[in-house]
């Protein structure tokens, strides 16, 4: 057989560049073809393209000309693999009538009420309909694809990439640069509906120390984030990007989510790699993530995330165990090489009718 040619669509989103980063990188180290196609702001700061893929920039639009260019590099493929629900949808479009088969990985549910909603909907359904095979990475994901009428849908390895993070203790160079020596410090990341989050720091102000809570990024509502912990006074700072994560991780007493989305699944990752305790709200398939190595409470509750969080500074055996089963779970997480294998199968499996009708 030929060499197998694939392109990878994405949009943007840090989690699916990560994946994509992973993806290509093995897909070319086994003899595969592969043309990466995302923004261009997006390859410049995810490290795409890898070494032996091919990189295309397309904008993040569905109008003519942006198909119009995703078509083209799709021409001659073997398998388009797009990441993420607007990604799928302009794949989607692109290969209409070319009998390309088109693999969709679902990383994160898109969240949206009202008017919004409906086009989400809408959209997830022309996506998962779309594809040949949609790829969940939790089974709330794989049931949601079923409902919105995808052909097949699977439970993909969790992609969790290796750690780009040392992990080496902290000297408190972080701690005091925050402001946080001789209190707690507690670390999240800035996600949608995370409002809870800063409920709950309004809560800690009444312990004694009380904790600092860092943010990294600040979510999907630039500057919304900012004005409220001014307003209110709260115990927060804001503290760089993704990039500083392993970091403030290595620095951190507690790791903290309360919203969802992206962010999310890499700050949890890397806090139970370290041995850092993580409270966290049950929502996007994180339960399936972590299992019982995290404190999980109830999303949109921020009485119980300041609860819980109060708790486990008060209990420093209880942070130790979780510490240590953090660790445990994470070292039976499949690994970048477990991730790379399924997603081959799946294109073997995919491109045997269309060897069979080259042939």
Avoid: N
Avoid at 118 to 128: D, Q
Avoid at 250 to 258: E, F, N, P, Q, S
Wanted: charged residues 20%; hydrophobic residues 45%.
């Amino acid at each position: 057989m030929s060499q197998l040619r694939t392109v990878q669509v994405l949009g943007g989103g840090a989690g699916s560049s990560a994946h994509v980063r992973s993806l290509a990188a093995g897909l070319v180290a086994r003899g595969v073809q592969v043309t990466v196609c995302a923004p261009a702001g997006t390859g410049r700061a995810h490290g795409l393209p890898v070494a032996g893929a091919r990189f295309v920039a397309v904008p993040r639009r569905s109008d003519p000309a942006a198909v119009a260019a995703l078509r083209t590099a799709c021409t001659g493929a073997d398998i388009v693999h797009a990441h993420g629900l607007h990604a799928a949808v302009r794949a989607g479009i692109a290969l209409s009538g070319r009998g390309t088969p088109l693999v969709v990985t679902w990383h994160t549910r898109v969240h949206a009420e009202g008017t919004r909603g409906r086009l989400l909907r809408l959209l997830e359904r022309r996506a998962a309909r779309a594809a040949a095979v949609v790829l969940g990475t939790s089974w709330e994901l794989v049931d949601r694809a079923r409902r919105r009428g995808a052909r097949d849908a699977r439970l993909a390895a969790a992609p969790i990439p290796a750690s780009r993070f040392p992990g080496a203790p902290d000297d408190g160079k972080a701690r005091a640069e925050l402001g946080a020596v001789g209190r707690p410090l507690l670390v999240s990341v800035a996600q949608d509906g995370q409002e809870a989050l800063l409920d709950a720091a309004r809560t800690w102000r009444s312990l004694d120390p009380v904790p600092l809570l860092a943010v990294v990024g600040e979510g999907p509502r630039p500057g919304a984030l900012r004005r409220r912990i001014a307003a209110e006074g709260l115990p927060v700072v804001l503290a760089g990007g993704a990039d500083d994560i392993g970091d403030l991780l290595a620095a951190a007493d507690i790791a903290v989510l309360a919203g969802r989305g992206e962010g999310g699944p890499l700050l949890a990752q890397e806090a139970l790699r370290l041995g850092i305790p993580l409270v966290a709200a049950q929502a996007d398939g994180l339960p399936e993530l972590v299992g019982d190595a995290a404190a999980l409470v109830p999303y949109g509750d921020a009485e119980a995330l300041a609860g819980a969080v109060a708790g486990l500074l008060g209990d420093p055996v209880r942070r130790e165990r979780l510490a240590e089963s953090g660790r445990a779970r994470a070292a039976r997480w499949p690994t970048e090489e477990d991730s790379i294998a399924h997603v081959l199968s799946v294109y073997d499996e995919l491109a045997q009718p269309l060897a069979g009708d080259r042939a």
